[in-house]
Structure formats: C-alpha cells, structure tokens
C-alpha cells in the first residue's frame, strides 16, 4: 500500500518548524530558496542537513559549488520567507532590492537574520524528488536572539515566552 502524498502533507502541517533560506553561488549565479527540512544532526563534528528539491535553481547550485549558507529568519522576514518560497510570482530576481552580507564565503546571507551558517557539503543522497544534503559547519554567526519566524499548518506563528 502506497501512501497518498496529499494524506502525508495533511499530517505533516502538524510538524511545527523554524524557516531557513538556504544560498548558494556558482560563478557569477546566485539562488536561494525557503526551507524548512533544514536541521542540525552533530555539534562535533558540526553538521547540519537539509532537503532540497532536485530541479530547483538552488539545488543545481549547491551540487556545482559544494557549498551553501543558511539564514535563520526572524518574525520580521515574513515577506523575505514568501519571496524565496517563490509565493511572489511578480518578483523575478529575488535578491533584487534585498540586503546581503557575507560570513567566510561567498554566499550570501540576509541582513537582520536571527542567525547564519556557513557549509561545505560532505555527503548527498537522492530521497525520491530531492537530495538530502548533510554538510560541514564552516562558520556560524548569531546566538539565537530574537523573534523566530515559525511555520505551522501553512501559516506563519509567533511564539509566546515562556513562563519564568
């Protein structure tokens, strides 16, 4: 018996997450995309793993270049979230008008964010649409300070302190 893929995304909007852009750079092309299949796997060494869908400009990247960078939005990037999920069709080049730094490599990361990394991929595996990258932490900036942006049953939350 095969799952239905629509009963699957139905019992997945119950998994709660935080929303990441993931960038990469390969010669002179730049992409970058919403994720939220991103998550830490080791502290020593440091690894992180993301999912990425195959035949999207950021995954051709990543493959070409090895490397990527990851930006961990805060509640305030609702709209920089939507613009790199692709939600605004009239918005050809996304980086367009958006403002960008650096850490150790090129890639860029996005003003503002709540924190950044830095990655050289080390393993990739196929998953049916998409590879699954699991990658060295080069570099990482941010202490987690902040508002998170938060993603739960196809809308965005913000979270309550919690009680002292």
């Known amino acids: 018996m095969t799952l239905n893929s629509e009963k699957l995304r139905r019992a997945m909007r119950a998994w709660t997450t935080g929303v990441a852009i993931i960038t990469s750079i390969y010669e002179d092309q730049q992409y970058g995309m919403t994720v939220n299949s991103f998550t830490s796997i080791s502290l020593d060494p440091p690894l992180v793993s993301v999912a990425l869908k195959q035949l999207t400009h950021t995954h051709e990247l990543v493959v070409k270049s090895g490397m990527f960078s990851v930006t961990i939005l805060t509640s305030a990037q609702r709209e920089l979230s939507d613009r790199f999920a692709g939600k605004l069709p009239s918005i050809t080049d996304r980086f367009d008008g958006v403002q960008t730094e650096t850490i150790s490599l090129d890639s860029?990361?996005?003003?503002?964010?709540?924190?950044?990394?830095?990655?050289?991929?080390?393993?990739?595996?196929?998953?049916?649409?998409n590879t699954l990258f699991v990658a060295e932490v080069l570099d990482a900036r941010g202490e987690g300070e902040g508002e998170p942006l938060v993603y739960h049953n196809r809308q965005y939350w913000k979270l309550t302190n919690p009680s002292p």
């Open 108 to 129: 860029p990361v996005f003003k503002d964010g709540m924190a950044y990394l830095d990655c050289r991929v080390v393993s990739s595996m196929p998953v049916g649409e």
